[in-house]
């Protein structure tokens, strides 16, 4: 569940702010990478935030603030050539829009809205393969808002990369034990996820051999066995019928050791992906 600070800013726990950090390592890979691009054949390459965010979140249970998305890729050096920052709330807009005034107003754009819409009716037309430009994407959303529909259009261009934190949780909790999942949570589900053949499956009933009990064998799939890390490979699969190389997904946990998010990386760069699958596997060691 969110929760929100006097000033309406989000207050996040110990996996945001890890998530915030591999963000930044990740940002400053592919400015790396593009900054040396820029020097053969490439354009302009830009960071677009789809769900921006409030700028500085506050620390749950500290007197401190953190820098959110927008800062750490504005704060990414080699710089990139431009910003874009979308978010919903009219609150968080007026916030973004202040950091205008403390970066180069000109390579800030601003825009409210759904990030689906404005990704694919704005952004996605003005930064084509011809032109030489390239950019990157965070989707990084409370719950289940980005559209499976906005990825393939983002993966069809062949010059969006996309970090993705997925919502496992988002996905879980409209998954009923007892039964399976109506049209309507069918329909939701398809929207993310682009294919619902996955939930037959996990509602399957037993088989035969399943229920002999003589026979020592792994349960099968089912809804009671469905574990997170098996959904965030499912999701990593289907990004893989869209982007060429994607990253293994990195499972982020909240205090409580639950499992709420996934994050990896779909883009058109073997190297980007590398260096990704290096970030998670150094993170993943320190957890340990
Ligand atoms: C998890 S927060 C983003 C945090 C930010 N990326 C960061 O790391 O600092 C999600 C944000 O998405 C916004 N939001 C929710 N639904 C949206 C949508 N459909 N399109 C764009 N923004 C949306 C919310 O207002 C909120 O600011």
């Not at 915030?20 to 830009?46: G, H, P, R, V």
């Not at 069918?186 to 996955?198: A, H, I």
Request: hydrophobic share 35%.
């Amino acid at each position: 569940m969110s929760q929100f600070g006097s000033e309406g800013e989000d207050i996040i726990g110990r996996w945001s702010e890890e998530k915030l950090e591999l963000l930044t390592k990740y940002l400053k890979a592919y400015s790396d990478i593009m900054n040396k691009q820029k020097q053969k054949w490439l354009k302009a390459y830009y960071y677009i935030d789809a769900f921006a965010g409030s700028v500085q979140p506050k620390a749950k249970d500290e007197e401190r603030y953190v820098d959110g998305s927008p800062l750490r890729a504005l704060r990414t050096q080699p710089g990139f050539d431009g910003y874009w920052f979308i978010d919903v709330s009219q609150q968080r807009i007026e916030r973004l829009e202040r950091l205008r005034e403390e970066f180069n107003y000109n390579s800030i754009r601003i825009r409210q809205g759904d990030c689906n819409e404005i990704l694919r009716n704005e952004v996605i037309p003005q930064i084509t393969r011809n032109s030489k430009q390239r950019a990157i994407v965070f989707l990084d959303p409370y719950g289940l808002q980005v559209e499976w529909e906005t990825v393939k259009a983002l993966a069809n261009t062949r010059t969006f990369d996309i970090f993705v934190n997925f919502s496992l949780m988002g996905v879980t909790r409209l998954l009923r034990r007892d039964s399976p999942p109506e049209r309507t949570v069918r329909e939701q589900l398809n929207k993310v996820m682009g294919n619902t053949d996955w939930i037959d499956q996990i509602y399957q009933p037993p088989t035969y051999s399943q229920l002999n009990l003589f026979e020592e064998q792994q349960p099968s799939l089912s809804r009671d066995t469905l574990g997170t890390e098996w959904l965030a490979s499912l999701y990593t699969e289907h990004l893989r019928e869209l982007f060429p190389y994607v990253s293994r997904p990195v499972i982020m946990t909240n205090s409580t050791n639950a499992a709420i998010y996934a994050l990896c990386l779909a883009s058109h760069n073997q190297t980007a992906v590398k260096i990704t699958n290096d970030i998670f596997k150094r993170y993943e060691k320190l957890g340990s």
